[in-house]
């Protein structure tokens, strides 16, 4: 592949001769704009029309995506999204619709909203659902501006939060733009909540406990409903972080284990686009206690007729503009309604599956964070291959030679040299099985010849740099062939 900068390709006075000259010649950019404006020299190469596509196109094979190669990102979620949710998201009457006509011009899409709240609300167990948060951190905001309106107008004093070690980094920081302070609880050895210091440190003062079921280990907490017990007996609340809902699916819901409030993200469990091919949809619901707190207005229906309903008691107000992300609303539609109640249960037995059958091949090769057994997702710490000179860090870059995503590094941040991997329900066994043999070879290199690890990727166009000057002193400007980066 040319792995050359598009400044070094072309040749001057080459051009793409297909677009045809305007019936009205265009003024110069100087007869437009004072001279001061306009740039002299832009220094943009000159190609033809395909050179220009093989050089983006080749750009774009240099991504490794969920669509190329395995992405075991944990914690993150980044399984298969079907084309065939693409394709219905692509629908005109769906994709051309403004959010401001009139709710009898869009029934369809109220229709979908009402629909897909109601499926969600069976699979959680809560009693309501808004859509208006645009991601995963978005909703867990919005059910935390909940719980403090909940604790407000009951007029409790309420100014802590609990979450434990292995939090998502988004729950500290909610709770602290919540204006509550946060009280860590240390994790066991296991990897499971410390009971007796929950206990200590849950006063009268404390408004919630934030959760993650299975946590961030991959670990479910067998003490879920004592944990519900305690926060709740002092009027506080639970709160569930969705991002591994996955494991759980058609299985058990966060309401039978006692939470009070509950974001999903629809990116991570029910298979819409993440991150930059989005926009995302952080899905909120809730039970009884907080159903006069959701964000207006609510989908609701009269007879026959779909329409928003803005007569909420102690709404929130508006998290975002319009209703939502629509179109993702109707991807995860779409992959709730193909898959059905069996499907999604397969979904969490596969999940489990894959992850424990990657944790027992490469337990013995490397070192597991817990005991206990993984659900959907294993965390590895790397402190063998540590003490011979080799990092998690130069593990997950050496996998970017076998042609693999790295996996999440360095998280959770109890595990020293983590790496946690999650290769969701949709990945075969060979994939699983070329990704364990990639990490055993790895582990092999670093006992053999270490120095190729640690000097990894070598099959990138831009090889091993040094990160921290990277970040400190970004350089984005191009230089001449040969000049390092």
Not at 16 to 30: D, F, M, S, V, W
Not at 346 to 357: D, E, H, K, P, T
Request: net charge neutral; proline share 5%.
């Amino acid at each position: 592949m040319d792995s050359r900068v598009i400044f070094e390709k072309g040749n001057v006075g080459r051009k793409t001769g297909y677009i045809a000259q305007p019936a009205i010649p265009l003024r110069e950019p100087k007869a437009l704009l004072p001279e001061s404006y306009v740039r002299q020299d832009l220094g943009l190469p000159s190609l033809g029309e395909l050179e220009v596509v093989r050089h983006y196109t080749n750009l774009s094979r240099l991504n490794l995506s969920v669509d190329t190669n395995f992405y075991p990102l944990g914690s993150c979620t980044m399984k298969y999204n079907p084309k065939i949710n693409e394709s219905l998201a692509d629908m005109e009457a769906f994709c051309n619709i403004h959010p401001y006509q009139d709710e009898q011009d869009v029934q369809g899409a109220l229709g979908l909203i009402f629909d897909l709240e109601k499926i969600l609300c069976e699979i959680t167990g809560m009693q309501r659902f808004t859509f208006q948060a645009s991601s995963g951190a978005q909703g867990e905001l919005t059910g935390m501006l909940m719980v403090r309106k909940y604790h407000t107008t009951k007029k409790n004093k309420k100014t802590k939060v609990i979450i434990p070690d292995s939090a998502h980094g988004t729950n500290p920081a909610t709770a602290s733009m919540c204006g509550y302070k946060t009280i860590v609880i240390e994790s066991k050895a296991d990897g499971l909540i410390d009971l007796g210091k929950l206990e200590s440190a849950c006063d009268n003062e404390v408004a919630a406990v934030m959760l993650t079921n299975p946590n961030t280990l991959g670990l479910f907490e067998e003490n879920i409903l004592a944990v519900s017990e305690i926060i709740h007996k002092r009027d506080g609340l639970l709160y569930y972080d969705g991002a591994n809902f996955n494991p759980l699916l058609g299985i058990t819901k966060p309401s039978v284990m006692g939470f009070d409030v509950v974001h999903l993200n629809l990116h991570k469990t029910f298979s819409t686009p993440h991150g930059c091919g989005g926009p995302g949809a952080g899905a909120v619901g809730a039970n009884e206690k907080l159903l006069d707190f959701f964000p207006a207005p609510l989908v609701d229906k009269d007879k026959d007729v779909f329409y928003f309903n803005y007569d909420i008691k102690h709404s929130i107000g508006r998290v975002r503009g319009f209703y939502g992300n629509f179109n993702v609303l109707i991807r995860a539609y779409a992959y709730l309604l193909r898959l059905g109640q069996e499907g999604l249960v397969r979904v969490a037995q596969n999940s489990i599956l894959n992850a424990g059958y990657i944790s027992e091949k490469l337990k013995e090769h490397y070192a597991l964070a817990s005991s206990k057994p993984s659900m959907h997702e294993v965390v590895f710490s790397c402190v063998k291959q540590k003490e011979k000179g080799v990092s998690a860090l130069e593990i997950a870059k050496r996998l970017i030679d076998y042609g693999m995503h790295p996996p999440t590094m360095y998280f959770p941040l109890i595990v020293k040299e983590a790496l946690m991997v999650e290769p969701t329900e949709t990945e075969s066994k060979e994939t699983l099985d070329n990704f364990i043999e990639a990490m055993i070879k790895i582990n092999k290199e670093i006992e053999e010849n270490p120095q190729i690890v640690r000097n990894a990727p070598h099959t990138t166009p831009v090889k091993r740099v040094d990160e921290v000057r990277a970040a400190r002193n970004l350089d984005l400007r191009w230089q001449k062939p040969g000049a390092l980066f």
